[in-house]
């Protein structure tokens, strides 16, 4: 049996593995959003957080955020528009859970934001 965490740190490295080998994003862009938003749900809470991300669109993030959450067997968040329907329409103890899983699950991406970023500046340096 495996912890809430290690669930999504299982799914948070092939998600950021992926979009760096993807060559239809800019990962530069990925990692500086991926960096920043931890820090946005902290400053302006989940459901104004996503609403920024989905002007700006980080659609890749997002469908990231969601699948470790969905992979973490969080219910209801099957992708990215469930994740921001469901931060718009919970009750207040709910919305308290799904912003400390989903600051957790962005706390997994960022972290192997880093270490790809870190790896690379390695190879190349």
Known sequence: MSTLSQRMAMAAFPAV???KNDTQINFKEYTTFAKKFPSLIHTCGLAQAIA???A????E???????????AQFTGVNNKDD????????????YLRLSRNTLLAAGWL???V???NEKTNQENG
Do not use: I
């Open 61 to 71: 993030y997002l469908d990231d955020l969601a699948e470790v959450l969905k992979s």
């Open 114 to 116: 880093e270490a790809l």
């Open 52 to 54: 920024f991300a989905q």
């Open 110 to 112: 960022k972290r192997y």
């Open 83 to 94: 994740l921001a329907k469901k931060s718009r329409h919970e009750n207040l103890s709910g």
């Open 17 to 19: 593995e992926k979009r």
């Open 56 to 59: 700006k669109k980080e659609t």
